[in-house]
């Protein structure tokens, strides 16, 4: 197969994608390339390059960008010399990174969403959006759903979470987002009682203050932490619908550490 193969195949699939105004696109390679091996990551970083290389891949499927701005193309950032050289590594080794982002955010079943919800252990889907749904509540209390987050989250590196309300707080249904995409007002127009939601898309200053104020508890776990189930799922999807090429998953998770 080449790279461009898989990027056919999912502008097939992805047909609620506007597939003249996304991130989904190559972001540095040749099309064309022969794929010997391909490697899927929640985030391009400088590391996963490196492992993928290890493991003979030569296309890299990243979910986040891979030049730390959504659209990958701000100029001051591609001239620092740490992106220079990041951008170095990638020509001498004749990669190809394909972004799966905006796709793979709606894809039904194993995309994002959904796949965070299987993860949580929440079966009972009440109400939803494109990019929000609310559940049944696993648990009764605010302090025990916390805990069943975190017994969830643990081997992605997040065993703690961040719980915001009265840990005797009663729930019952629990609004999830899109990763970062966790509207504190739509998840409560829809029904939520209680919020799951990523740091990059909770301001504290603004988000937190407005639902604590109106009593609306949350857990935080951070960005990557909620969206890996979601890209483990777009590797064994890559590697059901390409069987000939091997796909490799790069585990990241939380990247962060708490220390007491």
């Known amino acids: 197969m080449k790279a461009i193969d898989l990027k056919n195949h999912i502008v097939k699939v992805g047909t609620w994608v506007n597939w003249e105004n996304t991130v989904d696109r190559f972001i540095m390679g040749d099309p064309e390339t022969e794929v010997k091996g391909i490697a899927v990551a ?14 003979g891949c030569n296309l890299f499927v990243t ?3 891979t030049f730390y701005r959504h659209w990958d193309n701000d100029k001051h950032i591609l001239s620092l010399p740490h ?3 990041k951008r170095k590594f990638i020509e001498d080794h004749g990669l190809v990174i394909l972004r799966i982002h905006d796709m793979w955010d709606q894809m039904p079943k194993v995309g994002i969403v959904d796949s965070w919800a299987a993860h949580l252990g929440l079966a009972n889907k009440l109400k939803s959006d494109t990019f929000h749904a609310v559940y049944t509540s696993p648990k009764s209390t605010l302090i025990e759903l916390a805990k069943h987050v975190a017994a969830a989250t643990s081997y992605l590196g997040q065993e703690c ?3 915001i309300g009265d840990p005797k707080a009663k729930v019952s249904k629990v609004g999830i987002g899109c990763g970062a995409i966790t509207n504190h007002e739509t998840m409560v127009s829809l029904g939520a009682d209680a919020l799951i939601t990523a740091d990059d898309g909770t301001e504290y200053v603004g988000h937190v203050a407005w639902e604590m ?8 776990v951070n960005h990557p932490t909620a969206e890996e189930p979601g890209v483990k799922n777009l590797a064994d999807y890559i590697s059901k619908h390409f069987p000939e090429v091997k796909t490799h998953f790069i585990p990241q998770g939380c990247m962060y550490r708490l220390v007491p």
């Open 42 to 55: 929640w985030q391009s970083r400088t590391a996963a390059l490196k492992k993928a290389v290890e493991l």
């Open 63 to 65: 979910h986040e960008s």
């Open 83 to 85: 992106v220079v050289e």
């Open 161 to 163: 979470v961040e719980m």
């Open 213 to 220: 104020d109106r009593g609306i508890p949350m857990i935080i």
